[in-house]
């Protein structure tokens, strides 16, 4: 018995690697994804690359504001805007994003560019390959990130096994989730202006609809806000 226990101590390690390896290679307990052969469906509200978007008559989004470089926390955008021409304005605004640029080497994705953004001119993607062989390609400007005037969006490598360009037209939903200050009691409620090749995206179900009890709309809070001195809406 003490010889049978000193074996199980001795080689227990190696059986569990064994029959690990063993379920790997049978496919039958695996924990990670073929990746590239099988992608995994992403969240709704995945962080990807970051498009510039068009209103659907082809003007662009971008006012030149530069809150979204302002807010960036790893500093990677940078921005100038310039007034419209008066004869050809780019944007509906007094001023358009004359230089846009993101680096990609630098982002967290943390999508704060997005929530910042007073137009809804930059949105993120579910596209993440950005793979690069020269630290410059990894700096996405207009070129890259602007939409075409029928919302196409554009990208710098042809599309392959890994790069699936139907990732560039699904927006991550932060907006499609929630409304303005990101209020339950505004659930449902398209709070948002179209874009040019997708149209008005539609809210998501919120957590309302997956079962939540007594949301402020139930409890009529969409009209009833207080607004603090500094005219921010308090719950
Ligand atoms: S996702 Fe975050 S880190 Fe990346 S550009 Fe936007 S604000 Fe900056
Ligand atoms: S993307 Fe939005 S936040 Fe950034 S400069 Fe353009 S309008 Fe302003």
């Known amino acids: 018995m003490g010889a049978w226990q000193d074996f199980r101590k001795a080689f227990g390690g190696f059986f569990v690697t064994a029959r690990q390896m063993i379920r790997t290679v049978t496919g039958d307990g695996l924990v990670t994804t073929r990746y590239p052969q099988e992608k995994r469906t992403k969240p709704e509200r995945f962080h990807g690359r970051h498009v510039l978007n068009r209103y659907p008559d082809g003007m662009e989004k971008c006012i030149g504001c530069e809150?979204?470089?302002?807010?960036?926390?790893?500093?990677?955008?940078?921005?100038?805007?310039?007034d419209n021409p008066a004869d050809d304005p780019v944007s509906p605004g007094?001023?358009?994003g004359f230089v846009y640029e993101i680096n990609m080497l630098r982002?967290?994705?943390?999508g704060l560019c997005v929530e910042a953004c007073p137009t809804e001119a930059i949105t993120m993607t579910h596209l993440f390959e950005l793979s690069?062989?020269?630290r410059d390609d990894a700096i996405y400007t207009k070129r890259e990130l602007l939409v075409g005037e029928d919302g196409t969006p554009s990208h710098p490598q042809e599309p392959n096994r890994l790069i699936d360009l139907a990732e560039l037209e699904l927006a991550d939903g932060w907006m499609r989730a929630t409304s303005p200050s990101g209020r339950a009691a505004y659930e449902g409620v398209v709070a948002w202006t179209p874009s040019a090749g997708v149209g008005l995206r539609?809210?998501?179900?919120g957590q309302s609809a997956a079962g939540a009890v007594g949301s402020d709309r139930d409890a009529g809070a969409a009209g009833s806000d207080d607004?603090?001195?500094?005219?921010?809406t308090q719950p």
Not at 67 to 82: E, Q, S
Not at 107 to 110: H, N, S, Y
Not at 202 to 205: D, M
Not at 227 to 232: A, F, I, K, M
């Open 227 to 232: 607004v603090d001195e500094r005219g921010q």
């Open 202 to 205: 539609p809210p998501e179900a």
């Open 132 to 134: 690069v062989t020269d």
């Open 67 to 82: 809150l979204c470089a302002g807010v960036c926390p790893a500093r990677c955008i940078y921005v100038r805007g310039a």
């Open 107 to 110: 982002c967290i994705f943390c």
């Open 94 to 96: 007094e001023r358009y």
